[in-house]
């Protein structure tokens, strides 16, 4: 059975620190490219960071650019989302996202269930 399991959420101060896993399951993971999404109350879910297979290509929301670094281990099945400088509005469910697309059809994607991280002195 296909399971993205996400851990490291909590409770932080603004301007600390937190990384977060996902731990991937019965896929072809390395094929896979891995995303972290947000959701905060009230708002849509959106895209955080993305790395493509192989690592080799990044990307970043323009409100996470520079504190946040994603990174995947294939070996592993895992990937990170190391998060520093954080602030309140960073507080968000945030879910770990496998996708990949085909030529012939339609895109496959797996979703995490979500981990909680709440920025808030």
Excluded: H
């Excluded at 399991?5 to 490219?33: D, H, I, K, N, W």
């Excluded at 995303?35 to 690592?55: K, S």
Aim: aromatic share 12%.
């Amino acid at each position: 059975q296909v399971q993205l399991v996400e851990s490291g959420g909590g409770l932080v101060q603004p301007g600390g620190s937190l990384t977060l896993s996902c731990a991937a399951s019965e896929f072809a993971f390395s094929r896979y490219a891995m995303r972290w999404f947000r959701q905060a109350p009230g708002e849509e879910r959106e895209l955080v960071a993305a790395v493509t297979t192989g690592g080799s290509t990044k990307y970043y929301a323009d409100s996470v650019k520079g504190r946040f670094t994603i990174s995947r281990d294939d070996d592993q099945m895992m990937t990170y989302l190391l998060m520093n400088g954080l602030e309140p509005e960073d507080t968000a469910v945030y879910y770990c996202n496998a996708y990949r697309r085909f030529t012939d059809s339609n895109p496959i994607q797996y979703w995490g269930k979500g981990t909680l991280v709440t920025v808030s002195s």
